[in-house]
Nanobody, 115 residues
Framework: QVQLMESGGGLVQAGGSLRLSCAASASIVSFNRMGWYRQTPGNQRELVAT???????EFADSVKGRFAISREYAKNTLYLQMNILKFEDTAVYYC?????????WGQGTQVTVSS
């Protein structure tokens, strides 16, 4: 069982930046893939950014060039650097990990961008 704990959400003005963190309860070195997803009320959870064990990344078109995903093995932590935030980035952001065949999710952190 892996626990994921997000932090770093909050209220920011449009054009600002935030960095989300996701601390894992186990070593992330062997995780097949980690990523960030987001969800707004009444909508499905959508992919924001992912990174594979080999370092390959994928981003939603809406965040390309503005968001960056990275990880720090020593801290078993995944990050999402969000720059030039827009009102439409407002959502609950969830951390995800694929470990073997098991999917794990964090509890989510709210990001609110004021226009």
């Amino acid at each position: 069982q892996v626990q994921l704990m997000e932090s770093g959400g909050g209220l920011v003005q449009a054009g600002g930046s935030l960095r989300l963190s996701c601390a894992a309860s186990a070593s992330i070195v062997s995780f097949n893939r980690m990523g960030w997803y987001r969800q707004t009320p009444g909508n499905q959870r959508e992919l924001v950014a992912t990174i594979t064990r080999g370092g390959n990344t994928e981003f939603a078109d809406s965040v390309k060039g503005r968001f960056a995903i990275s990880r720090e093995y020593a801290k078993n932590t995944l990050y999402l650097q969000m720059n030039i935030l827009k009102f439409e980035d407002t959502a609950v952001y969830y951390c995800h990990a694929l470990v073997g065949i098991h999917n794990y999710w964090g509890q989510g952190t709210q990001v609110t961008v004021s226009s």
